[in-house]
Structure formats: structure tokens, C-alpha cells
């Protein structure tokens, strides 16, 4: 499966930004998904992942309460809704697909999206 990640940007300290990524090539609905992130300098890191039919989600501690991943299976479409975004928030953000059990570890990974550049100003 293709991934494409769309939506970064320039926001101002706590404002928003809607992340995307089209999935193309393969049923969408067969792969769980998951938004990583990765800050200048620094590894990689898990920030949500969800299951194949969006009914279980999880978050990273620090953007709980302030993000939200979804999907529509119809679009082939992940999303990240990220609110009350924070200097710290700064990263590419990448968007993965697994045929196994979403979770933390970039391994469970099969296929990944270029990245989208999200840059908090304070």
C-alpha cells in the first residue's frame, strides 16, 4: 500500500492543524494505522494508533486529550486532528500501516507515508 501525508504546516502555539493520509493500492481497511512523529535530533516516536475498524485507539501520554486519530475506511483515509498544539509538538509527522496489531514499536510497520512538517511557533 501507497501512503501519502498531507497537512502540516506553520501554526501559532495553541492553535490546530488537521493531518492526512490516502492510502492507495491495497484495502485500507485490512491495515491497523498509526501517526509517528520525529523532532530535529531526535528518534522516531509512537504518537496514536488505531485499529482497522477505528473502534480502539491509543495515545501517547503527552498529546492526550489534545489529539485525535480517526479514519474513513469509504476514503482510504487516515486523520490527526491536533489541537492546543505546543512548541514541543514541532516534528514530521508520519503516518504507517501494519497487518498486524498497531502499537508503539516501529517494527510492527510495514509500509510508511513521506512525512508532513508541522512547525509550532511560540
Known amino acids: 500500500v501507497q501512503l501519502q501525508a498531507s497537512g502540516g504546516g506553520v501554526v501559532q502555539d495553541g492553535g490546530s492543524l488537521r493531518l492526512s493520509c490516502v492510502a492507495s493500492?491495497?484495502?485500507?481497511?485490512?491495515?491497523?494505522m498509526g501517526w509517528f512523529r520525529q523532532a530535529p535530533g531526535k528518534e522516531r516516536d509512537f504518537v496514536a494508533g488505531i485499529s482497522r475498524s477505528g473502534s480502539t485507539t491509543h495515545y501517547t501520554d503527552s498529546v492526550k486529550g489534545r489529539f485525535t486519530i480517526s479514519r474513513d475506511n469509504a476514503k482510504s483515509t487516515l486523520y490527526l486532528q491536533m489541537n492546543s498544539l505546543k512548541p514541543e509538538d514541532t516534528a514530521l509527522y508520519y503516518c504507517?500501516?501494519?497487518?498486524?496489531?498497531?502499537?508503539?514499536?516501529?517494527?510492527?510497520?510495514?509500509?510508511w507515508g513521506q512525512g508532513t512538517q508541522v512547525t509550532v511557533s511560540s
Open positions: 493500492g491495497r484495502t485500507f481497511s485490512t491495515y491497523a
Open positions: 504507517a500501516a501494519t497487518s498486524g496489531v498497531y502499537g508503539r514499536p516501529q517494527s510492527k510497520y510495514d509500509y
